[in-house]
Nanobody
Framework: QVQLVESGGGLVQAGGSLRLSCAAS????????TGWFRQAPGKEREFIAA????????YYEDSVKGRFTISRDNAKNTVYLQVNSLKPEDTAVYYC?????????????????WGQGTQVTVSS
């Protein structure tokens, strides 16, 4: 099994930045990709970014492309999401997930393990 713990969320003003972290433990020797999803109140959980195990492949949802950057440091078993130019509509709980299946990077059903989430709140 894989355990994932998110951190780095908080309250920030519009235009500000945060760096979210996803620390993994357990079955980290597997070659898995990692995704970031978010869920706002009253909204469905949505894909925002993903990265392959090697780090060479990255995928972004259109609304965050150019503002958010996903990266990973396999030596630290950690995936990062740098979130810049934040907008109030970015307010959500952000989740990381480990992709152990062969499906689409964009679909949550491709991901087997999920963290508890970290809250990002963007004020005006």
């Amino acid at each position: 099994q894989v355990q994932l713990v998110e951190s780095g969320g908080g309250l920030v003003q519009a235009g500000g930045s945060l760096r979210l972290s996803c620390a993994a433990s357990g079955r980290t020797f597997n070659n898995y990709a990692t995704g970031w999803f978010r869920q706002a109140p009253g909204k469905e959980r949505e894909f925002i970014a993903a990265i392959t195990w090697s780090g060479f492949g990255t995928y972004y949802e259109d609304s965050v492309k150019g503002r958010f950057t996903i990266s990973r440091d396999n030596a630290k078993n950690t995936v990062y999401l740098q979130v810049n130019s934040l907008k109030p509509e970015d307010t959500a709980v952000y989740y990381c997930a480990a992709k152990l299946y062969s499906g689409s990077y964009y679909h949550p059903n491709s991901y087997a393990y999920w963290g508890q989430g970290t809250q990002v709140t963007v004020s005006s």
